[in-house]
């Protein structure tokens, strides 16, 4: 599986974006995915998780009501809309599969996830 984000960028804030993460290969639709991130002279921390099947996500405290996970199997593209953007927000963003998920869960930490992107740059200005 190959993972590639794009729709970083600079911000200022207040101001929204959306991340998009394209998988390959045919075990998207079947994978649980993560967002993650990581700011300069920090670990690498979980942002947001959905199930294989969508219809269950979870947010690490410091996002809940200001970032959405989504996915679109048809399209093999995970996603998170990001709204009312803090400097705090400002990292690089991975998103994570993980392709044989046990039963319909969410996962959080970064060893659940067996593969990753690159990652895409947030920067968000005060």
């Known amino acids: 599986v190959q993972l590639v984000e794009s729709g970083g960028g600079s911000v200022q804030a207040g101001g929204s974006l959306r991340l998009s993460c394209a998988a390959s290969?045919?075990?998207?639709?079947?994978?649980?995915m993560g967002w993650f991130r990581q700011a300069p002279g920090k670990e690498r921390e979980f942002v947001a998780a959905?199930?294989?099947?969508?219809?269950?996500?979870y947010y690490t405290d410091s996002v809940k009501g200001r970032f959405t996970i989504s996915r679109d199997n048809a399209k093999n593209t995970l996603y998170i809309q990001m709204n009312s953007l803090s400097p705090q927000d400002t990292a690089r963003y991975y998103c994570?599969?993980?392709?044989?998920?046990?039963?319909?869960?969410?996962?959080?930490?970064?060893?659940?996830?067996?593969?990753w992107g690159q990652g895409t740059q947030v920067t968000v200005s005060s």
């Open positions: 959905i199930t294989w099947r969508g219809g269950t996500v």
């Open positions: 290969g045919r075990t998207f639709s079947s994978s649980a």
């Open positions: 994570a599969a993980r392709t044989t998920p046990t039963g319909n869960y969410y996962y959080t930490a970064e060893y659940d996830y067996e593969y």
